[in-house]
């Protein structure tokens, strides 16, 4: 398997921009984490999914922030509209309900402008 | 509010010697506390995960302890490489009721010098 996967793994906008983050988990993990790190805060959890229903979206920082599960290979992370202080590194992560480890992919490096 | 905390932040040794790592958290009602390392410019690995009815977990160079009663969590990496050389983060699981939902602790960044 190759993993988590992420894109776009850089990003630079402008302020005011929509920004969309993509992620894929693992095939067969039915658990989906989106964590926001920071200088300032560490690593934050921002929502996760299981079975592609939103869980627990109580680290969503604000309206600005959204996050869909189309289906089980699928997940995005939008930011709507972008202020310089969402500049982060995204981290999406899967994991399987029998097995608590979790699995992360190399993260979008975000910078608004 | 669980608050994790690790001391130090930035730690560098020489090539041989066993690095101590430090975790503590302020509310022992945890139900598991797990490892990471994190490399620059990569996602998490998971490293070891102890449930909060352990009181130690091995793998290979690593060993992970945890002392719910106190609060406390400690990795050791004996022998360590400059391979070692990463961030290691702990992160623990607050509540039964809160699966997958971890509370990191900042991170301390290890140098491993040859």
């Known amino acids: 398997d190759a993993g988590v996967i992420q894109s776009p793994r850089h990003e630079v906008t402008e302020m005011g921009q929509e920004v969309t983050l993509r992620c894929k988990p693992i095939?067969?993990?039915?658990?989906l984490f989106w964590y926001r790190q920071t200088m300032m805060r560490g690593l934050e959890l921002l929502i996760y999914?299981?079975?592609?229903?939103?869980?627990?979206d109580s680290g969503m920082p604000e309206d600005r922030f959204s996050a869909k599960m189309p289906n089980a290979s699928f997940s995005t992370l939008k930011i709507q509209p972008s202020e310089p202080r969402d500049s982060a590194v995204y981290f999406c992560?899967?994991?399987?309900?029998?097995?608590?480890?979790?699995?992360f992919g190399p993260g979008t490096r975000l910078l608004v402008l | 509010k669980q608050e994790v905390t690790q001391i130090p932040a930035a730690l560098s040794v020489p090539e041989g010697e066993n690095l101590v790592l430090n975790c503590s958290f302020t509310?022992?009602?945890?139900?598991?506390l797990q490892w990471f390392r994190q490399d620059p410019g990569k996602g998490l690995t998971s490293l070891l995960l102890?449930?909060?009815?352990?009181r130690e977990q091995t793998s290979g160079r690593l060993n992970a302890s945890l002392d719910k009663s106190s609060g406390r969590s400690t990795l050791y990496i004996a022998a360590s490489q400059p391979g070692d050389s990463a961030t290691y983060l702990c992160?623990?699981?607050?509540?039964?009721?809160?699966?997958?939902?971890?509370?990191f602790g900042a991170g301390t960044q290890v140098v491993v010098t040859p």
């Open positions: 992560a899967s994991s399987f309900i029998h097995q608590e480890t979790q699995y």
């Open positions: 509310d022992s009602a945890i139900y598991n």
């Open positions: 999914f299981n079975n592609n229903v939103p869980i627990d």
């Open positions: 095939s067969g993990h039915d658990y």
């Open positions: 992160a623990v699981r607050p509540s039964t009721d809160s699966w997958g939902k971890l509370q």
């Open positions: 102890i449930q909060s009815s352990q």
